[in-house]
């Protein structure tokens, strides 16, 4: 089964995950958009210019710009209860609006947003986000599509010119395929060895290094379901990167992988359906 698809964490009560130097503590009780706003002016003090409306409260979260960033590195919503708790539209905009804003935090120099809700919400938060979900496949510019990654035979392959990382079909398990992206990393850049920090890092190399990199593999590595049903779902993301990313990502795989990575992407799209 198809484990949490959301980049939220869902914790123990009273544990924020990792460090961050400022909590945003969102407690259960909140049921109307203007107390969540206050809430949450009264813990990041809004810029002059908030319109006091979803399309603000979107612009602001995407990049906490009015925050100084030299004593704000890292922010943590928590979610000690569930906001909206008979408004599922309205539930459903904020996850939408906190999904965005994590993703913005990992392409832009600002505060780095991490989210958490309680263990005992999660099937809320689910079954909150399912419209979304279904949705994002339609409307959302991430393409659920094979047509999104390059098939090249072998020889093709071997005329790839530029930054890439080579991933290899003898890779076993999450932690050998994830060494072939840290491998590539400078001994001075550290991230968290997970897909996230994977993420994060090919973010900032493009930026700061390289035109263009590519994940170039030789075939598909030796993952359990779960694992690939990530890693795949990772690449996706990857392309829809190419949005906001002025450099080149290229996914590549051997011709031969085209089928098998089309059903992968046909499950993770039933998967995000069902919200399960």
């Known amino acids: 089964m198809y484990r949490n698809p959301l980049p939220f964490a869902f914790v123990s009560a009273g544990d924020f995950g990792a460090a961050s130097d ?3 503590n969102v407690p259960a009780g909140i049921e109307s958009v203007s107390d969540l706003f ?3 002016n009264e813990q990041l003090r809004w810029p002059g210019y908030f319109g006091w409306n979803w399309n603000a409260f979107d ?3 995407r990049t906490l710009e009015w925050i100084d960033t030299q004593l704000v590195k890292s922010v943590c919503i928590y ?5 909206f708790s008979n408004d599922d539209e309205a539930l459903g905009t904020y996850i939408d609006i906190l ?3 994590v993703d913005a935090s990992m392409a832009l120099n600002g505060p780095r947003i991490s989210v958490s809700f309680l263990d005992n919400d999660m099937q809320r938060i689910l079954s909150a986000t399912s419209v979304i979900y279904s949705k994002s496949i339609k409307s959302r510019s991430r393409p659920y599509d094979v047509d999104a990654f390059t098939f090249n035979s072998s020889d093709q392959l071997d005329e790839i010119v530029g930054l890439f990382v080579s991933v290899s079909k003898d890779k076993r398990g999450r932690d050998e395929v994830l060494q072939c992206f840290y491998d590539r990393i400078p001994v001075q850049m550290e991230y968290e060895k997970n897909w996230s920090g994977v993420m994060q890092w090919i973010v900032e190399v493009n930026y700061r290094v390289a035109e263009c990199i590519y994940v170039v593999h030789d075939g598909l590595p030796n993952l359990d379901e779960v694992d690939m049903k990530y890693y795949i779902d990772m690449l996706l993301e990857l392309i829809e990167g190419r949005a906001w990313s ?3 990502i290229n996914i590549v795989f051997p011709v031969e992988c ?3 990575v089309n059903a992968i992407i046909w499950g993770i799209k039933q998967d995000l359906l069902r919200c399960v």
């Open 22 to 24: 400022v909590v945003v």
């Open 38 to 40: 206050r809430l949450y």
């Open 59 to 61: 612009e602001c979260m």
């Open 79 to 83: 979610h000690s209860g569930v906001p």
């Open 99 to 101: 999904l965005g804003a």
């Open 246 to 248: 002025p450099i080149g």
């Open 258 to 260: 085209r089928e098998a």
